[in-house]
Nanobody, 114 residues
């Protein structure tokens, strides 16, 4: 059974930084395409960052230049470094495989105050 566990969220002032982690059990992140998603209240879940099996990264325009996705294969963990946070980044953040997605984890709440 695949389990995704996100952590690292919290309350931060605008301009601050957070690093989110997503640990997987039961399935390897290695050589897979992984995405970080977020869902704000009343909005649909959106993909904000992705990393391919080969390490290629891609970002939504809203976070480009501020967020960085990375992967530690030894720890089977994916990270999202978030800098220069804005109030509009407030959301619950999730990770998942882009193809053959697993069940969603509980997510981690990020709240950015102005």
């Amino acid at each position: 059974q695949v389990q995704l566990v996100e952590s690292g969220g919290g309350l931060v002032q605008a301009g601050g930084s957070l690093r989110l982690s997503c640990a997987a059990s039961g399935r390897s992140f290695s050589a897979n395409n992984i995405g970080w998603y977020r869902q704000a209240p009343g909005k649909q879940r959106e993909l904000v960052a992705r990393i391919s099996g080969g390490g290629y990264t891609n970002y939504a325009d809203s976070v480009k230049g501020r967020f960085t996705i990375s992967r530690d294969e030894a720890k089977n963990t994916v990270y999202l470094q978030m800098n220069s946070l804005k109030p509009e980044d407030t959301a619950v953040y999730y990770c998942n495989f882009l193809f053959a997605a697993s069940d969603w984890g509980q997510g981690t709440q990020v709240t950015v105050s102005s």
